[in-house]
């Protein structure tokens, strides 16, 4: 079976040869390709060569566009200082405060560099890999760019004090993530994954999820033209799932490793895919032999569940993990023999 | 029936409800001072929040924490006016303490819940804000004689960085003298990092870092009761 016709398999309930698998290595492309990380995040040629060995050692049946969401706050004017061992940061933000947020220009999503690299990432990937390996282009909601252009502390001043700043922004940002969006499935993109932390009841209270932020994703990914993986942005999801129910387009949701697998798919029901749920920051300290008990737990939890879809949960796989503990991963899912039913 | 002015700064906090905190206490300070508010009503609010959030079966938001920790902020500021137009000396019970985030973490939030709380329970706090190099933290320290540092990360990625702040606190000869404090969701989420890295200890929420703060700088006593 492809990637592709496993992935497939897995959103139509269908019989598969094994489950199918993604994980974070988004950054640890680098260490595989042996590019520079400078370079790596700003060369789109250089990040797809990355991926490609990714997908050549480790074979994941989703490959991911960088997962890279300052460079979206970069696209708005926030800086970012880059690193040596681990993935851009910002440092300063394009503005500080909602209403000083709502001056600055749209970033052209066909021209802005920072943008354009995304996109071209995804061209390369899926050209590459087109009709065997799903690309993810990986996004945030409307909802969480003001934290990458003003901060946390200053969105979560508007969302509580000032809602009318705070939906004239998303009024005005909205538009702009659902382009990004559809030109990234345009670039050939299978699916979008994109973080909604803003719309989690352990982030704001129910008032602003009620009056902004659910408005807000109904409208997003109403208006985006593919498969939406609503990933859980390194907060507890499961217990909070029925406040994201009946969103359009959402196919898959990706849960946090704290998340309780049998909870979420009880809320969920049979129809979305479910995805988790190793943590994946944590497997530098792992062992081989760890992982695999942990995977075989998962497996063993999910065996009869023919949507799930395993996959490392928050962050990138740190560079330092040891390719023995991946392998061990995939090498567990592989033989598992079970998903096939 | 007498009013529940801590039970309605409760509701205000539990409803991340920033606006009708301050009102509620400006409408308690028309009949006694702002500083009566800080025990008679902020503290008990905070021990409330504190116990919820430590109980992980709790529902609670990081909106009610930063409502929380500015309406503390926004307290204290009353109080320290009302003590300056008084003329009246402002003193803090407890400290010096530093604390900022670690080098190349750009994640405030935390700490600046950190300090306020750190603050409305009294403690002198010399915050250093974002990406502050291990030098800069031992500097300060030097220069106030601080028995603890507090060192926040978000991300594991940067909390490495505060094994620079060990070897640099063990460097200096500062050894049990300074006490070092770690913070920040990557702590929450994998406690056995605060050791790993060099850390002294750890709170479960910046609400709890008062209590925390006084431990270790009770156990630098005990190790250097030299006051210098």
Known sequence: MKSLERVFATVGGQPKDRPAFVMNLSLYGSKLAGVPLQTYYTEPGAYAEGQIAVREVFGPDLLLSPFLVPAIGEAFGSEVTAYK????????????????????PLPDVDSQPRLVFLRETIRILSA?????????GVLVSPIDIPPLVIGIEAWLEALLSEPDTARALMDRWTPFCVNLANAMLGDGATLIAATANFANPTIVPP???QGIARPVLEAAFGAIKGPIILHHGGALLAPYLESYLGLPNVAAYFVDARDSLVEARKTLGEAPVLIGNLHAPSLESETPESVRSQCETILADRAADARFLFGT???DVPLATPPEVIQAIVDTICHAGIGAS | MSRDWSGELVSCIRGADRVAANALLDDWAKTRSYEEAVTDLLTPALEYFGNLWADKSGETSLAQGYVAAKVAEDLLGRVLAAQEAEGRKIETKHGPVVVGNVEDDYHPLGRKMLVAFLRSAGWEVHDLGVDVPPDVFLDKVQEVDARVVGASAMMFSTAKNVIGIRQEIDRRGLTGRVQLAVGGAVFKLRPELVQEFGGDGTAPTALHAPDLFERLWQRSLSLDPVVK
């Open chain 1, 313 to 315: 949960s928050a962050a």
């Open chain 1, 128 to 136: 590459r890999y087109l009709g065997e390996v799903p690309v993810v």
């Open chain 1, 85 to 104: 061992h681990q993935v851009p940061n910002i440092r300063r933000f394009a503005a500080v405060s909602a209403s000083e947020a709502l001056k600055l």
């Open chain 1, 207 to 209: 008032r602003v999820i």
